[in-house]
């Protein structure tokens, strides 16, 4: 098996843990870092990467900023302009017209006409899969792979 293979096992394996209560960023989330109240999608992508592989996915580390993961896979080398399955989406947040922040998961597959099926971590609530259009995603991060 591939490490992207292990790293999208273990993050679909992960399908279904949610927020306790509904909505409080917390709960069984937790263990994928963080404090109580803070979102989660980044660190649940930090998480999956390090228990396939036992290394972050950038120079960051475990961080639960969307913005210093993007930032850190700059300064790596690592973001990417066209997605492969195992790579980490960034896509931006905006409310009012203002950017607020960013989501992140991972692309499981690539459809023929460009739609990303992700895995991604507090969609809802939760860890789920769902279908995204690439429209709103402003690069890929491919961490670098060591195989043993």
């Not at 979102?39 to 120079?59: D, I, K, M, Q, Y």
């Not at 905006?94 to 992700?118: A, M, N, P, S, W």
Request: hydrophobic share 30%; with cysteine.
């Amino acid at each position: 098996m591939t490490t992207i293979e292990k790293v999208l096992r273990i993050a679909t394996q992960e399908k279904g843990v949610a927020e306790a209560p509904k909505g409080s960023n917390a709960g069984p989330v937790l263990k994928y870092g963080g404090k109580f109240g803070q979102p989660w999608c980044c660190r649940f992508v930090c998480w999956c990467w390090h228990e396939a592989t036992g290394n972050w996915p950038t120079s960051a580390g475990n961080t639960g900023g969307t913005g210093t993961l993007w930032a850190a896979a700059k300064k790596d080398g690592t973001r990417v302009s066209a997605p492969q399955p195992g790579d980490i989406f960034y896509k931006a947040r905006y409310e009012g017209g203002k950017r607020i922040g960013g989501h992140v998961g991972f692309v499981e597959r690539v459809e023929d006409d460009g739609v990303l099926r992700t895995i991604e971590g507090n969609l809802r609530n939760a860890v789920r899969r769902t279908v995204r259009n690439p429209d709103g995603v402003i690069g890929f991060i491919r961490p670098k792979v060591r195989e043993c």
